[in-house]
Structures are given as structure tokens and as C-alpha cells.
């Protein structure tokens, strides 16, 4: 569909107002929020700068590649907001696949040889992936999974809610297919460390499994698990206005 100037222009308008209205309303879903990753107005704010870049393109995804661990709680916001995106076009596919995959800072072969395998088994299923994760540093973790979802023939955009440079700074793998929610920010790394450990419910074990998925944890805190996934409920819910 081809819109007029006039009509382009207020709808980038209406774009504007909507990403303010969520801006806007960052203090009070704060004070909602029940875990401390999720009480970080950065965070909240690159959330809505991520959705807002990738919202033309969310209907059209049919499966999530959530890189790692600390990917998970970012991956599952962005899973409930894509479901919304859906909804409202119409989609007959049903819900998007999420598949989590054991990639990250590690160098064992036999894992990333297994999240090949499962990948290529997965290939006639996907139409179009979202790659997600928290933050890009260097950009050598996540170039293993895309070097890996390449090599089995996914077609991919990648989602990061942070990156720590430009994106022309990154490899050409990267930087092609690269959606964030701001540069030269770390608000990603919420949901890394001890964050992913006590709130993610899963953790990847590179040591004894060689599974393409990170195993579940037997958790020190269950209420901790539950309430994280309240607040991604929450922050989905809220992002929705972006739609």
C-alpha cells in the first residue's frame, strides 16, 4: 500500500505520539514492577524504541530464536507483543514458535553442531525469525548463532534491546539485519549475570549436556521466576500501545 505525502506524514505523526504516550507513561509501569530489572526507566525506554522500529515488520514473524539464557525474559516480551501484532493483522498461523538456543560465551562444537541439527529440522517451519537478545557488546556471541542459523538456511532479522557501539561498527552479518533499541547503551545487560541466574528459570549448561536448549534450573526462588514473568507480561501489555 503507497500512502500520500500528506498521509506519510501524519502517520509518522501518530508514530510519534504513540512512542511518547508509552515515554510518558515509563514511571508509573515502574512502579508496577516487581522484579529489579524491570524497574529501570532505560530499559522501559529502549523496549519502546525497539517495538517502535521493529513494529511494521512484527506480524510477519513466525518464530523467535532466543539467544541463551539471558535473552529469555527480553525474547518473551517481545513473543506476547508479536502475538498482539498478529492478532491484529490477521495472522492464521497461530502463535509465534519461540525456540531457545544454547549459544552464547561458550566454544563447545557439539552444542553448536546440535542447535545446527535442530535448526535444519526446524527449516520448513519457518517462514521469517526474530532473532533476540539483551545486548551486543563486540558482537562475537551473537555472530555464532547467526553464523549457525546461515549455515541451515533461516531467514532472519536480529533484535537486540541494546548495542554498545554503531551498528556499522559491527560485522556485516550483524549490521544487515540488526533492530535495537538504542546505541551506545547498556540497559540490556539487566538480564544478564546474576539477573538471568535468579530470574530466567533456565540456565545453559555446557559442561555436561550437549542439548541445543538451556536446561531448566531448579530454582532457589520460584516466586522470583513468577513475578519476572508478570513483569514481562506487564511491559508487553504496555508496549502494545506502539501498535
Do not use: C, W
Amino acid at each position: 500500500m503507497k500512502f500520500s505525502p500528506s498521509e506519510s506524514f501524519h502517520n509518522e505523526e501518530e508514530n510519534e505520539d504513540k512512542l511518547q504516550q508509552f515515554e510518558s507513561g515509563v514511571g508509573k509501569l515502574m512502579d508496577k514492577m516487581e522484579t529489579p530489572m524491570f524497574r529501570k526507566a532505560d530499559m522501559l525506554g529502549d523496549f519502546g524504541q525497539l517495538v517502535e522500529k521493529l513494529k511494521d515488520k512484527l506480524a510477519g514473524y513466525d518464530t523467535i530464536l532466543s539467544d541463551d539464557t539471558s535473552g529469555r525474559l527480553v525474547s518473551l516480551v517481545l513473543r506476547q507483543v508479536i502475538n498482539e501484532a498478529r492478532r491484529k493483522e490477521g495472522a492464521d498461523e497461530g502463535e509465534v514458535k519461540t525456540y531457545f538456543l544454547a549459544v552464547g560465551r561458550h566454544d563447545r562444537a557439539e552444542i553448536f553442531g546440535k542447535v545446527r541439527d535442530f535448526l535444519v529440522s526446524k527449516k520448513d517451519e519457518i517462514k521469517k525469525a526474530l532473532m533476540v537478545t539483551e545486548h551486543i557488546a563486540t558482537g562475537d556471541s551473537i555472530k555464532k548463532l547467526i553464523d549457525i542459523a546461515e549455515a541451515a538456511g533461516i531467514d532472519f532479522d536480529l533484535a537486540a534491546l541494546s548495542v554498545q557501539t554503531a551498528p556499522a561498527g559491527y560485522n556485516d552479518k550483524i549490521s544487515k539485519r540488526l533492530y535495537y533499541g538504542s546505541k551506545f547503551s547498556m540497559s540490556g545487560l539487566a538480564f544478564y549475570g546474576n539477573s538471568k541466574k535468579a530470574y530466567s528459570g533456565i540456565e545453559k549448561d555446557t559442561n555436561s549436556s550437549n542439548s541445543p536448549h538451556p536446561t531448566k534450573r531448579s530454582p532457589s526462588s520460584p516466586k522470583d521466576i513468577t513475578a519476572a514473568r508478570r513483569d514481562a507480561e506487564k511491559l508487553a501489555k504496555a508496549l502494545e500501545v506502539l501498535l
